[in-house]
């Protein structure tokens, strides 16, 4: 295992990333931030330097574990304090598994700002990996507005709130294209536009010979869009997902929620050996805006016997209706770990028996007429001083010590209602503290929102870990669904969606000391409160070295300049 070195500046830049000119946050001067490639056992260490000028920063390496360095979680006000203008700190961790991952700014929403990129972490020997191929591909997934993103937090939390509405473009690998769309060819109602070939944002293109196999890489780190994925004229064989390893099946397109990573082999043996074809990603899940967001579209090129400027012969593929949960679901539930008896597969399946069951309400609030995202009645709010560092050094006036209740309480409460006005929603700072060692499973239960007739998709993503996916249900969790679990491959995620007035149940083992997010990953709805936070093994965290640059803010930092003066 090596060590990895890199040294990152953050700074606003003017980019295109649609061809619109706007401001994106850039990791060295690009966008999306450039691409970690690791081996698994590898330790990365990145000086990352705030040159934002008046904000605070910080990055979160989403899908890494963070075991024994919690601190380099990279999650403002959880994990450490957010990263001055003008200052610098330094992250290490170690990369222990392989697989797709990807990174990105956690604090407000800087993710939305476009303060991401890819990382992606290789098997340390080739034979640990149970399928071949002749080459690789990463598309990183997003969606962009051309509303600045201050302007969007401020919109959010106002009253009436003011949603943001649906994304301008999605982008592939950052790039996308405006209202003018390449596929305009075949459309007798669009314009064709000036197709520009401004490098910011000329679509991607795929090379690849006939009768090889190569792998896609593909996350998603959209603020908001729910995606579907899909290839013209090819099946792909889904791999991987979540950096764990699925039984392989093939299928059409697949969906992709924020937060997700997936890999899907290509084969090229499916057509005629020549021809340039669509790559496409369109919405799923949000009823489409005026306009609908065009699909991103790149293009999968046969080489060298096609050449690149030939546009494909026939109109884009048609994804999938954004509501048709049905096809979706379909999807989630083909997902199985891929288990077996080679020595690769470090696959173990998950205890039979929880300890502890929390059931999450996922519904909205007003609280004090705002609009609110709350869990059990609870909108987060984040406190001053990192958590990690209060419950390190025992500060108990930094956050809420009371914890918040595993259930909702209301055994008679009705999902498919709004939820009523006297509630009693509050905003709070408070955490589950889950003993060491204990088998913890979450239930998320849906529910319609504010709006009658409404439920909508949330992806939730877990900080510090990956989870079992036990399986999902429609309508109100009871206990006795147990006996839909699926306890023999439940596949390994770090982000699972729970569908509109269904519920999705998950497990875990709290075996990784540390203070860890667990929310919705639609950046908006975590702005509006939709999370929780897990304090896991409390004992452990105070006596676990932390990097004290993590914590030299709030009620951490006077304490640190109190035993400086004696
Ligand atoms: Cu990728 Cu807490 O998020
Ligand atoms: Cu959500």
Redesign the pocket.
């Known amino acids: 295992a090596k060590v990895i070195q890199l040294k990152w500046e953050v700074e606003y830049k003017h980019w295109s990333p649609d061809c619109i000119e706007s401001v994106v946050m850039a990791i060295n001067g690009t966008f999306p931030g450039p691409t970690i490639e690791a081996t698994a056992g590898d330790t990365v260490n990145i000086t990352l330097t705030n040159h934002l000028h008046t904000e605070g920063v910080v990055i979160h390496w989403h899908g890494i574990t963070q075991k024994g360095t919690p601190w380099a979680d990279g999650t403002a006000s959880i994990s450490q304090c957010a990263i001055n203008a003008g200052e610098t700190f330094v992250y290490s961790f170690t990369v222990e598994k392989a697989g797709t991952f990807f990174y990105h700014g956690h604090y407000g929403m800087q993710r939305s700002a476009g303060l991401y990129g890819s990382l992606i972490v290789h098997e340390a020997e080739p034979h640990r990996q149970p399928f071949k191929y002749d080459g690789e591909f990463n598309l990183l997934l997003s969606d962009w507005w051309h509303q600045n993103v201050h302007r969007q937090e401020v919109d959010l939390s106002g009253v009436p709130l003011v949603f943001i509405g649906e994304p301008q473009s999605l982008l592939i690998n950052g790039k996308g294209q405006y209202n003018c769309s390449i596929a305009a060819h075949f459309d007798e109602s669009k314009n064709v536009c000036n197709f520009t070939e401004k490098e910011q944002c000329k679509p991607e293109i795929l090379q690849v010979k006939p009768n090889k196999k190569y792998r896609i890489r593909l996350a998603s780190t959209t603020a908001l869009a729910s995606l579907n994925f899909m290839i013209q004229g090819h099946k792909l064989e889904v791999v991987e997902a979540d950096g764990n390893y699925v039984k392989p099946f093939l299928v059409d397109d697949l969906d992709i929620y924020s937060g997700e990573s997936y890999s899907v082999l290509l084969n090229t043996n499916q057509g005629p050996p020549s021809g340039n074809y669509w790559i496409s990603i369109g919405i799923r899940g949000r009823k489409p805006g005026k306009p609908p967001t065009p699909p991103a579209l790149a293009i999968l090129n046969y080489y060298p016997m096609t050449p690149v400027s030939k546009h494909p012969s026939s109109a884009p593929p048609v994804h999938p209706v954004w509501d048709n949960y049905t096809h979706s679901k379909l999807f989630s539930n083909s997902i199985k770990a891929l288990t077996g008896p080679k020595s690769y597969l470090n696959y173990k399946p998950p205890p039979l028996k929880q300890d502890r069951r929390i059931v999450l309400l ?1 519904t909205q609030n007003y609280i004090n007429n705002y609009t609110k ?1 709350t869990i059990n009645n609870i909108s987060l709010t984040l406190p001053s001083t990192p958590y990690l560092g209060a419950i390190k050094y025992g500060i108990d006036n930094a956050f809420t010590q009371q914890s918040p209740p595993d259930h909702y309480n209301s055994p008679n409460y009705n999902i498919n209602y709004p939820p009523p006005r006297d509630t009693n929603a509050i905003h709070s700072n408070a955490v589950y503290k889950l003993p060491s060692n204990k088998v913890i499973d979450v239930v998320l239960q849906n529910a319609n929102m504010l709006t009658e007739g409404h439920s ?5 993503h877990l900080h510090g870990h990956d989870f079992w996916v036990l399986g999902y249900g429609e309508g109100k969790f009871s206990d006795a669904n147990e006996t839909l679990f699926n306890t023999v491959d439940p596949p390994l995620r770090n982000t699972v969606v729970v569908y509109p007035y269904g519920w999705t149940a998950l497990r875990f083992e709290a075996d990784n000391p540390g203070v860890w997010a667990f929310h ?3 950046e908006p ?2 702005h509006m409160g ?1 999370g929780v936070i897990f304090a896991e093994a409390v004992e452990e965290i105070k006596k676990m070295k932390v990097n004290k640059e993590a914590l030299v803010c709030g009620l951490t930092g006077k304490m640190f300049m109190n035993s400086h003066r004696d």
Do not use: D, Q, Y
């Open positions: 996922n995202w909508e998709i949330h992806p939730w919705c990953h639609i709805h975590l939709m």
